[in-house]
Every structure is written in structure tokens, then in C-alpha cells.
């Protein structure tokens, strides 16, 4: 029962014009700046917004058709929606906020005790059951409100930046009972995020927003291999260099690149891209005395901790970042402002 949309909302002078399409079971994680659209797509999907043009079906269901001028409002959609700030009833108990939406289906009153009890201890807060909502910690509310959404058994669960508003000391807690739910409640799942980390964890595939646009879609390896953008680039962990190519007389091209001028194996000709992974480049405090034979130079313009290290930031010409062990780090005594020396071989550099 895979998910379908097609949308085309104007909203002022931004205009949401996306296609998107998921599997049944499916956990999808829509990535993207602030303000690149993920939300507004989200509402579309919940009948919160209505689109200028397009349709979304959830399997043989239309939930809009611009065409026909069918638009099903957010109560009669199988979906449930998850959001940054919890909107829970704060006068209300754990159990009567995760009972709302089942008490509201009209379910049985035995079915709904339960069904609430099994989805709070799924999410690790069934001892918050009888506490009520404006108690609660930030981690907790946002434990309940997984809670509440999937009690429901929807066939669609949007979540709409869920661990945006916590502490970094609490994401990995609630990430887990996030991950759970999903999984317990086998609903295709449209988790919208701006941390591409967060949507790694948790999806199967990722597809990228910028300006209100997909650019790219697929997993890790695909993203990484071949980026589409400068922003898929730099959370997939690679250098993406655009330029011109002239082939050579010994089997590699030379890359202009700005004033910089890479060397890449295979012959090539007219406009490339170059993508060179981040942990193909090795940083130096002198000259680098290896065959690597792409070398840049510049002063430390950012550093960042990343899995498995460290992402430094190097203001050469053209930029460029490498991803290197803490040990690494140490011994090159790494800090904004130091200059240092970057390399990478002609066979590290992927050509398209």
C-alpha cells in the first residue's frame, strides 16, 4: 500500500512543487535546511494544506486530486502526525492523551485500556500513565506524543522534526522508543528532519528538499557516490568539485577548479564533477612528501566532530574538507586558524 504525492502549493512567493513516493512499511526521511518545504509537504499529506495542483493516494485511497477537486480533510485521512513542540493536552493524563485519538474512533473502552498500556510500555513511559501532561519532561512529552500517534494503528505516521526540541542527552533515549513504535506498528513512515544523521538512523532511504524541491533520493551509498548538490555533498561526507577537464597524454585529465587545477585518472573533456570522499584526504603540516598528486593549502576554518573522528575544514583553493581520527587531531595539534596541507591521489577522485 505505497504512498503517492504529487504537490504544487504556492505559499506567498515560495512554492512547494514536489513528487514523492513511498513503499508500504516504508520509513522515509525527508531532509532538508529550514525553510526548504519539509513541512509544508507534511501538511499536505495530513490535509492541513491543500495544494494548488497534484494528488496523494495511499494505495487505492485518494486523499487529493486537484483535477477532480477531491480533497479529504485531515479527520477522514488514516494518518497520524507527530510534532516538534509535543501538542499535547497538558490538563490531561498520559493515558487520556494516548487514549484520545482511540476513545474518538469510538473504540471499546477494554480495548482502549488495552491498547494505551501496550503503547506506553513500547515507548518505555508506562509508568508516566497516570501523570498529566504539563508534568512532564521534555523527552517524556515527546515519548507520550509517539505514543499517541501510532496507538491509533495508522497507516501513515508523519513526523514532523520529533527530536528537534530535545537535549542532546535525551535524543538517543527517545530516538530508541521512536525506532520501536515505527517498527511495532508497521505504518509507512515520512520522518522530516534537517539533522541528516538523525534520518540515517532511522530510515531506509533518505530524499533530499532544497528550495521546495527533491533534488536527490536513495540511500547512504547512492547520495554519497554521486551527490546531486553541494548540500547533498556535505552531509554524505564528500568533496564535490565542479570544472573544466582536458584530457592528458598519460591516461589522466587535469580539472580546473577555479585557479586550482586536480588531477583525476581516465581521460575527460568539457564540464565534470569530481567527488572525493572525505576520509581520502590526508592533512599535513608541511608539504606532503606521498605520490598523491592533487595538493591544496590553506588555514583551518572549521572543526567539527563527526562518527568515527573529525571533519576539518580547510579554506584552501578550492575548498575542501577531510574527515580524520581524534588521534589524528591530536598529533596535528588542529585548530582554527592553523595552516596545513591537504592531498589526495588521482585514483581517490570519482569523476562524472
Not at 513511498?22 to 490535509?47: P, Q
Not at 533520493?217 to 570544472?243: C, E, I, K, M, W
Not at 562518527?307 to 588542529?334: F, K, M, W
Amino acid at each position: 500500500m505505497s504512498l503517492q504525492a504529487r504537490v504544487l502549493a504556492r505559499l506567498g512567493s515560495f512554492i512547494l512543487d514536489a513528487s514523492l513516493e513511498a513503499e508500504a512499511h516504508e520509513t522515509l526521511a525527508v531532509i532538508g535546511e529550514s525553510g526548504s518545504g519539509k513541512t509544508s509537504l507534511l501538511r499536505c499529506l495530513a490535509g492541513l494544506l491543500r495544494p494548488d495542483c497534484g494528488s496523494i493516494t495511499l494505495g487505492d485511497d485518494v486523499w487529493y486530486d486537484g483535477e477532480r477537486r477531491c480533497h479529504v480533510p485531515p479527520r477522514r485521512r488514516d494518518v497520524a502526525m507527530v510534532f516538534s513542540s509535543y501538542a499535547l493536552f497538558g490538563h490531561l493524563s498520559v493515558f487520556e492523551n494516548v487514549a484520545f485519538g482511540l476513545r474518538a474512533a469510538g473504540a471499546h473502552r477494554a480495548s482502549v485500556q488495552q491498547r494505551v498500556m501496550a503503547v506506553l510500555e513500547l515507548v518505555e513511559a508506562s509508568h508516566l500513565a497516570a501523570r498529566r501532561a504539563a508534568t512532564l519532561s521534555a523527552g517524556e512529552s515527546q515519548r507520550v506524543a509517539i505514543a499517541r500517534a501510532v496507538a491509533v494503528r495508522p497507516r501513515l505516521l508523519l513526523l514532523d522534526e520529533p527530536l528537534a526540541a530535545l537535549d542532546v542527552r535525551v535524543r538517543k533515549t527517545v530516538r530508541a522508543s521512536l525506532a520501536r513504535a515505527i517498527a511495532a506498528s508497521g505504518c509507512t513512515a515520512i520522518l522530516v528532519t534537517h539533522e541528516p544523521a538523525e534520518g540515517m538512523l532511522l530510515a531506509s532511504r533518505l530524499a533530499v528538499m532544497e528550495d521546495g524541491r527533491f533534488v536527490q533520493a536513495g540511500d547512504l551509498g547512492a547520495l554519497r557516490s554521486f551527490p546531486a548538490t553541494p548540500y547533498v555533498a556535505s552531509f554524505a561526507g564528500v568533496n564535490v568539485f565542479r570544472g573544466a577537464a582536458a584530457a592528458k597524454s598519460d591516461g589522466t585529465s587535469t580539472v580546473a577548479v577555479g585557479n586550482a587545477s586536480l588531477i583525476v585518472r581516465g581521460e575527460w573533456s568539457g564540464l565534470v564533477t569530481v567527488v572525493v570522499d572525505e576520509d581520502a584526504v590526508t592533512l599535513t603540516l608541511t608539504q606532503p612528501e606521498s605520490s598523491a598528486r592533487n595538493r591544496l593549502a590553506g588555514i583551518v576554518e572549521s572543526v567539527a566532530a563527526v562518527a568515527g573522528g573529525v571533519a576539518v575544514s580547510l579554506a584552501s583553493q578550492p575548498p575542501v574538507v577531510a574527515r580524520i581520527t581524534h588521534a589524528a587531531a591530536a598529533e596535528l595539534d588542529i585548530a582554527a586558524g592553523r595552516r596545513l596541507y591537504a592531498s589526495f591521489k588521482a585514483g581517490e577522485a570519482r569523476v562524472f
